[in-house]
């Protein structure tokens, strides 16, 4: 996506006032921030629930224990934006290193106790598609990066469905689920600690084990 492009793409969602220049600086992030805010994002109704566990072939228990274990509460921050999780590391990888060393840029990860906010809008500033692929999204902190596999038309429409409601964040986990083959063992899922082992492991990698992730899946289950 072009600098223009970006632009015109925040005036349509909303930035008003910004000049469609190419010039990306200081009131393009500002219009990141106004347009990726939405105070009023409606929390997922038990029908919205149902038509996910629908087509996972599970249950609405078994995603609410999901939801529990593997989201940290909320999707949204207290600006009403999604809550983000930017990896400077992804920046760097994406861009290769153009715009290292920088608080967005650098082949380490780490730099948590900095805003992701600030560090997305800067690197939005330097190349639109790499910032938003190198953030993680959402009530389940999904990766932009894997736009492409989960069906969106680019890192920008997946960090954007997150915007409009906290059903958009359970339609990403549900996409990354059926993504990653993990239907089968979401369906498992019990309030028997063995029957979540293939989940916890498919979703969290081996280190389920030392975080104990099937057993607080299976306590959610009782």
Same mark, same amino acid.
């Given at each position: 996506?072009?600098?223009?492009?970006?632009?015109?793409?925040?005036?349509?969602?909303?930035?008003?006032?910004?000049?469609?220049?190419?010039?990306?600086?200081?009131?393009?992030?500002?219009?990141?921030?106004?347009?990726?805010?939405?105070?009023?994002?409606?929390?997922?109704?038990?029908?919205?629930?149902?038509?996910? !566990?629908?087509?996972?072939?599970?249950?609405?228990?078994?995603?609410? *224990? !999901?939801?529990?274990?593997?989201?940290?509460?909320?999707?949204?921050?207290?600006?009403?934006?999604?809550?983000?999780?930017?990896?400077?590391?992804?920046?760097?990888?994406?861009?290769?290193?153009?715009?290292?060393?920088?608080?967005?840029?650098?082949?380490?990860?780490?730099?948590?106790? @900095?805003?992701?906010?600030?560090?997305?809008?800067?690197?939005?500033?330097?190349? !639109?598609?790499?910032?938003?692929?190198?953030?993680?999204?959402?009530?389940? @902190?999904?990766?932009?990066?894997?736009?492409?596999?989960?069906?969106?038309?680019?890192?920008?429409?997946?960090?954007?469905?997150?915007?409009?409601?906290?059903?958009?964040?359970?339609?990403?986990?549900?996409?990354?689920?059926?993504?990653?083959?993990?239907?089968?063992?979401?369906?498992?899922?019990?309030?028997?600690?063995?029957?979540?082992?293939?989940?916890? *492991?498919?979703?969290?990698?081996?280190?389920?084990?030392?975080?104990?992730?099937?057993?607080?899946?299976?306590?959610?289950?009782?």
């Amino acid at each position: 996506m072009t600098p223009q492009e970006f632009q015109s793409w925040l005036v349509v969602h909303g930035a008003s006032g910004l000049a469609v220049d190419g010039a990306l600086g200081p009131a393009t992030r500002a219009a990141i921030l106004a347009v990726f805010c939405n105070k009023e994002a409606p929390a997922i109704t038990h029908d919205e629930m149902l038509a996910i !566990v629908t087509r996972l072939g599970g249950t609405v228990k078994q995603l609410k *224990a !999901v939801a529990a274990v593997e989201s940290g509460g909320s999707g949204f921050d207290d600006e009403g934006r999604p809550k983000i999780l930017f990896e400077r590391h992804y920046f760097h990888r994406l861009t290769d290193g153009k715009w290292t060393p920088s608080i967005f840029s650098d082949p380490k990860g780490g730099g948590y106790s @900095q805003s992701s906010w600030e560090k997305l809008t800067l690197a939005a500033c330097r190349d !639109v598609d790499a910032a938003f692929a190198s953030a993680s999204w959402g009530k389940f @902190q999904v990766m932009g990066a894997h736009w492409k596999a989960l069906g969106y038309d680019s890192p920008l429409a997946l960090a954007w469905s997150c915007v409009g409601s906290e059903a958009a964040h359970y339609e990403l986990l549900a996409r990354y689920i059926e993504h990653n083959n993990l239907a089968g063992a979401f369906r498992t899922i019990s309030a028997d600690p063995e029957t979540c082992r293939s989940f916890a *492991a498919g979703y969290n990698g081996p280190g389920y084990r030392k975080f104990d992730y099937h057993s607080k899946i299976a306590a959610r289950m009782k």
